[in-house]
């Protein structure tokens, strides 16, 4: 007979997010640190951003004796400016919590890890001859964005919970709410996607702004439907095996 699972673990409905919070503070705390720094924010990415030709040739970062390869790790971390810096916090704040509660922290975390990492990887791949510093944590948003597409009605109701405990005119005020933010949501999705898909089309990646990789996000977003892809489809496994102990 299978051993029961703790139920438990299986529950994630209400958990505190605090994987994505903790992230959102971390990535706040870098673009002050980049206010702090000799160079000021452009001085601060160029020197520990992701450079794809620094990494192809494999060579360290600027004044360092770190090797640039690094830079798929701190770039996530670092923004060009505050409107850069307040658009990934809010896809993590709106999106990112609710897809905690559905997944979980650790894979959470994981999809967050594995977004950046493998997204600003392939997109040095695409780009191997660009000589600008990659920033941001645009990529982990179109993860993030494309994981919560994969099951959005879940997501949905996992953003705003009160609205499935309140009753009367309340609930048809909230219900209401969350339609519009969901649609919201998903026309935002779509057009950013299509937008990307142009732009890559148009500049082999860069898209008609130069310091803009578009295939990122594009890689991001592929990352993050997969993977959320994945670890939704082991819930399920371990929930049926749940129950079958249990009835066993």
């Not at 051993?3 to 673990?9: A, G, I, L, N, Q």
């Not at 179109?142 to 949905?156: D, H, S």
């Not at 998903?186 to 148009?202: E, I, K, R, T």
Request: contains cysteine; hydrophobic residues 55%.
């Amino acid at each position: 007979m299978v051993k029961p699972t703790d139920h438990r673990s299986l529950d994630v409905a209400c958990i505190w997010p605090w994987v994505t919070i903790g992230l959102m503070l971390l990535t706040f705390s870098g673009y002050l640190m980049q206010h702090l720094h000799p160079g000021g924010v452009a001085g601060m990415v160029g020197q520990w951003g992701c450079n794809p030709s620094l990494i192809v040739t494999g060579v360290n970062f600027p004044q360092s004796a770190l090797p640039a390869w690094l830079g798929v790790l701190s770039a996530t971390f670092m923004h060009s400016t505050w409107l850069h810096l307040l658009g990934n916090l809010s896809v993590l704040a709106i999106l990112g919590i609710a897809l905690e509660r559905v997944l979980g922290h650790r894979r959470t975390f994981l999809l967050y890890v594995a977004t950046g990492v493998f997204g600003i990887s392939a997109m040095v791949l695409t780009l191997p001859t660009w000589d600008v510093a990659i920033c941001g944590a645009s990529v982990v948003a179109a993860g993030i964005w494309a994981a919560w597409l994969v099951q959005p009605r879940t997501c949905l109701a996992k953003t705003y919970p009160f609205a499935l405990d309140s009753v009367g005119w309340q609930r048809m005020v909230q219900l209401l709410f969350l339609v519009v933010v969901g649609a919201k949501v998903v026309f935002v999705a779509l057009g950013w996607f299509g937008y990307s898909v142009m732009n890559l089309a148009n500049g082999a990646g860069l898209g008609v702004f130069s310091s803009v990789g578009f295939c990122g996000h594009l890689y991001g977003a592929a990352i993050g439907a997969v993977l959320a892809g994945l670890f939704l489809a082991c819930r399920a496994r371990l929930q049926l095996k749940h129950r079958e102990a249990t009835a066993a």
